[in-house]
T-cell receptor
Framework: DVKVTQSSRYLVKRTGEKVFLECVQD?????MFWYRQDPGLGLRLIYF???????EKGDIPEGYSVSREKKERFSLILESASTNQTSMYLC?????????????FGSGTQLSVL | DQQVKQNSPSLSVQEGRISILNCDYT??????FLWYKKYPAEGPTFLIS?????DKNEDGRFTVFLNKSAKHLSLHIVPSQPGDSAVYFC????????????FGKGTLLTVNP
């Protein structure tokens, strides 16, 4: 089974802090994604990466950056956390063409920015 | 503008009955559709999918129907079980967009014993 592991289940940070959310997958998937889930808004794509050192903006990239130095690891960075970034963050991975649509998600990180 | 719409935030059904979850889309370039299920404190898991060249796909108790002319798809669960209680997300991918899924807001299904 594919395993996508997010480093923290819960995080509490202060406004203005730099926050790192880490995600690791063990199935050698090329594609990795960061989504956030908010009540009434569903899942919204922040950033995705289809290869090491490659990244593309999703629908809501403002206030975020990402890093993919190794194939198995995809990090989401909040440069200066704000209260409107309080959310559930979900990392996902998928294989290349022929299966890319079927995302495998981690369990999520609930981030609270105070 | 929301391209994938799930207009029912919640649905409640009795165990053993049929659950029907609906999803509408506006982007005619979408050519592949998926349903994900999410339990509290867990990430979403893939449930079932359908290509735009089909109008029905079945997997056990789960069937997805696609009506391209109406830009509408539905997920049928028969018979519904209490363990099916979860949030269900409809998602779509666009022809030529190899990596990106667009999700709806989700529908909370509650199956009562």
């Amino acid at each position: 089974d594919v395993k996508v592991t997010q480093s923290s289940r819960y995080l509490v940070k202060r406004t203005g802090e730099k926050v790192f959310l880490e995600c690791v997958q063990d199935m050698d998937h090329e594609n990795m994604f960061w989504y956030r889930q908010d009540p009434g808004l569903g899942l919204r794509l922040i950033y995705f990466s289809y290869d090491v050192k490659m990244k593309e903006k999703g629908d809501i990239p403002e206030g975020y950056s990402v890093s993919r130095e190794k194939k198995e690891r995809f990090s989401l960075i909040l440069e200066s956390a704000s209260t409107n970034q309080t959310s559930m963050y979900l990392c996902a991975s998928s294989p290349p063409r022929g299966g890319f649509e079927k995302l495998f998600f981690g369990s999520g990180t609930q981030l609270s920015v105070l | 503008d929301q391209q994938v719409k799930q207009n029912s935030p919640s649905l409640s059904v009795q165990e053993g009955r049929i659950s029907i979850l609906n999803c509408d889309y506006t982007n005619s370039m979408f050519d592949y559709f998926l349903w994900y299920k999410k339990y509290p404190a867990e990430g979403p898991t893939f449930l079932i999918s359908i290509s735009s060249i089909k109008d029905k796909n079945e997997d056990g108790r789960f069937t997805v129907f696609l009506n391209k002319s109406a830009k509408h798809l539905s997920l049928h669960i028969v018979p519904s079980q209490p363990g099916d209680s979860a949030v269900y997300f409809c998602a779509a991918s666009e022809r030529g967009s190899n990596y990106k899924l667009t999700f709806g807001k989700g529908t909370l299904l509650t199956v009562n014993p």
